[in-house]
């Protein structure tokens, strides 16, 4: 059966149920008027989509009831008895055609006119008694014989034939009627048989259908994930018991819970298209607006999520749609001078694998050219030439991503303003997915999502550091390696004086979980390495723990507002034994060990692409303090990058202080009375670039990065400073740059 019919039958029945109700309510309380309206309202919605999906018998079926519901709504006629009870076989009438929908997918062979007639019969009796009106003057007429008519399968004649009378002379005013047929005068009828009543008539399809509030399926939600933390308890108890009886019930206790959880989860499950459904109107609109021409293309619509996710991914899914209509798809003429069809292609494609949702979204449009990308980034000083001309293309293409970078040159009403493709990023890595992009100049662009099928429950393995346990997402889990013996010591090498190991002849640089979480590691006994294989955007890296447990379906806890910050945890579980374990965050944990691209490093591009997007003129600058509460600032254009160290890195050599670097040595300098922290804290430094040299400079704090102030300058008090003045209401130095490169030199 269509879903289209198949929901119309559900929502129907639903409403027909609520009619029964509202109807004997209106006969026992006629002035109920918003009973009333509700009425009017089911009986409308009715006709409207029967009129939609072409069933024309239960369209005049309900159209009849809808003409007198609004002689009623209009006070023309006062709801009674005989009113409740013609409108009763109306409902009756429309469960009829329902069911015969349901079981041959046509109207039947049903005759309505009856119904049609006992509605009609009642308008011009009922005006006659309407307090509101004065009696109509009827001029005698024979009666005229009413022919019933069966109404066949579409395109059908008029639902019932009426031979009119001779015309009657014009009544007054009050009681004229507009754009209703003129009535015989009403002869005498037989009484009104009762109408059939609704018990019995079930639905197949309603019965199998019900609507539940999406807040009870989040508490039932919540309430399985508690019993699944209990059963993991239990099963962790019994494991030290011997008793069968007792494994018996916790083995059936696990097979239920398990099948709980999956039925459960399953209800929270919603097929892609919910999002998808929307995406033909607006590529179509766009276009026009465009003035383009785009086929859209979708597969995989029947793809699950969960209700969160797919509210996760809503609006970076349109975000990138209508970049792929706006900016990837040409102009017609423009695609044909390139012997392309004038026909746009939008391709979404959605699909599950090794346990993720993978989403495309590919366009056969112009791409991206990655040396346009580079101009773009070395102009809007995102990158230094120097840093651009090393950069491959996929590492230029992953620049569409930071905030405020765009390729294009013009604003539109639809994109264009550099602002979308990074709360895209920002929006699928919350949830713990990543996103990736592939473009070849000419021949188009796709944009690939991996995002995980739920987040409430999640299988994850757990690792033990530092003596605390920890959990990590098997969505981002690639392998285990364990290294024993003269192993440890010929696969783990030195590359620029970080670790690495040399997996399958590729090289994996390895995170040690105890010092990004500045706990003591505890030592192997046995002088093993342990090594989880994660993915962390498009790079891989191995983390080091001192222990590898088991993987186990863990309950997803959100962190506390006070910890939100610790981006390196993405929430807390509950263990088997009932102890608290925290979740790591694997694409936080790669940002904080330099593996990808730095959260300081992005939040410094989103302030230059702010300014940049305002158009202002004046300079940046860079804000850092110095001891004893001072504050320094230098001009942002001469700023390279900004990182942190840990302490143990820096290197004294021949008295002068460096740190190995990206593959070179950058020197360090120490301006202004600043000094390497000896305990555990990151060194903060500011790299500049000058004449193809970088340079290192240690400061206290970063602070800000803020425009150039208009205001007098004073002359400098102290050696290295270029002179001073007052920024954001605070008497700042400004720092000579050139002094600090040759004092590096030097």
């Not at 739920?454 to 550091?465: G, Q, S």
């Not at 001072?630 to 290197?651: K, M």
């Not at 040299?693 to 102290?718: F, H, W």
Request: proline fraction near 8%; include cysteine; glycine fraction near 8%.
């Amino acid at each position: 059966m269509n879903d289209i019919i198949r929901e119309f039958l559900v929502e129907s029945h639903e409403s027909l149920a609520q009619l029964d109700l509202d109807l004997v309510t209106l006969e026992r309380e006629p002035g109920e008027r918003e009973t009333l309206a509700r009425v009017f309202r089911i009986i409308h919605t009715v006709k409207g989509t029967a009129g939609f999906l072409g069933l024309m018998k239960l369209q005049a079926v309900s159209h009849a009831g809808e003409t007198l519901l609004i002689k009623v709504r209009s006070g023309a006629l006062t709801f009674n008895a005989e009113i409740a009870t013609a409108l009763l076989g109306v409902v009756d009438a429309i469960r009829k055609i329902l069911a015969a929908l349901e079981a041959t997918e046509t109207e039947g062979e049903g005759d309505y006119s009856a119904a049609i007639q006992a509605l009609d019969r009642l308008l011009p009796v009922a005006q006659a008694r309407s307090p509101l009106l004065p009696p109509p003057a009827v001029r005698e007429a024979p009666p005229v014989p009413i022919v019933p008519v069966v109404l066949p399968a579409p395109p059908p004649p008029p639902p019932v034939a009426v031979v009119p009378p001779p015309p009657p002379p014009p009544p007054p005013p009050a009681t004229e009627v507009p754009s209703e047929p003129v009535k015989p005068p009403p002869a005498p009828r037989p009484k009104q048989p009762a109408p059939e009543t609704s018990e019995g008539h079930g639905s197949a399809v309603s019965g199998s259908n019900i609507r539940v509030d999406v807040g009870l399926l989040d508490k039932l939600m919540t309430l399985v994930g508690e019993l699944v933390l209990a059963r993991n308890q239990i099963v962790q108890y019994s494991n030290g018991h011997e008793d069968s009886g007792l494994q018996g019930a916790v083995q059936r206790l696990n097979a239920l819970t398990t099948e709980l959880q999956a039925g459960v989860m399953k209800t929270r499950m919603q097929p892609i298209e919910n999002v998808w459904a929307k995406f033909p109107r607006v590529v179509r609109d766009l276009a026009v607006a465009c003035g383009k021409q785009v086929r859209l293309e979708m597969d995989g619509q029947e793809t699950e999520l969960d209700r969160t996710i797919i509210e996760a991914i809503r609006d970076p899914l349109t975000h990138i749609v209508r970049n792929a209509v706006d900016h990837g798809i040409e102009a017609p003429n423009i695609r044909t001078e390139r012997r392309k069809s004038p026909e746009g292609r939008l391709l979404l494609h959605a699909l599950h694998e090794s346990g993720k949702v993978v989403i495309e979204i590919a366009d056969d449009g112009g791409g991206i050219d990655p040396q346009r990308v580079r101009d773009k980034a070395i102009s809007a000083k995102i990158v230094t030439p120097e840093v651009a001309a090393r950069m491959t293309d996929a590492e230029l293409l992953n620049l569409i991503f930071l905030p405020g970078f765009s390729t294009t040159d013009r604003v539109t009403h639809f994109s264009g303003r550099g602002v979308g493709m990074d709360v895209v990023r920002t929006n699928i890595e919350k949830i713990g997915g990543t996103v990736d992009v592939e473009s070849r100049p000419g021949h188009g662009t796709t944009v690939k999502m991996k995002i995980p099928l739920t987040l409430a429950i999640v299988p994850a393995l757990t690792v033990v550091t530092g003596g605390d346990r920890y959990a990590i997402p098997q969505a981002n889990l690639l392998e285990l390696v364990r290294l024993e013996g003269d192993q440890v010591r010929s696969a783990i090498e030195f590359v620029h004086g970080a670790r690495v190991y040399r997996l399958r002849g590729n090289l994996l640089p390895l995170v040690y979980l105890a010092r990004e979480l500045q706990v003591e590691s505890v030592p192997n006994p046995n002088n093993e390495v342990n090594i989880v294989v994660l993915q962390a955007d498009d790079r891989r890296f191995g983390l080091v723990v001192d222990e590898i447990r088991d993987t186990e379906e863990i309950v997803v806890k959100p962190l506390q507002k006070l910890l939100k910050s610790l981006t390196v945890f993405a929430g807390a579980t509950i263990m088997d034994d009932g102890r608290v374990a925290l979740i790591l965050d694997v694409m936080g944990l790669a940002v904080r060990a330099n593996v990808v691209r730095g959260a300081r490093e992005r939040a410094l591009v989103d302030r230059v692409a702010e300014v940049t997007e305002r158009g202002g003129e004046r300079p940046m600058l860079l804000l850092f303090a110095t001891p004893g509460d001072g504050r320094v600032a230098v001009p942002l254009d001469q700023v390279a990058r900004l990182e942190e160290f840990e302490p143990e890195c820096i290197e004294t050599v021949g008295g002068d202080v460096m740190v190995q670097y990206r593959g070179t040595i950058l020197p360090l300098v120490h301006a202004l009375g600043v000094s390497t922290p000896s305990t555990g804290e990151l060194v903060q430094v500011v790299v500049f670039a000058g004449a193809g040299e970088r340079v290192g400079l240690v400061v206290e704090r970063i602070l800000d990065i803020v425009e150039s102030p208009a205001v007098n300058r004073s002359k400098a008090t102290r050696p290295g400073v270029l002179f001073n003045a007052v920024v954001h209401d605070r008497i700042t130095e400004f720092l000579d740059v050139d002094a600090i490169i040759q004092q590096a030199r030097g």
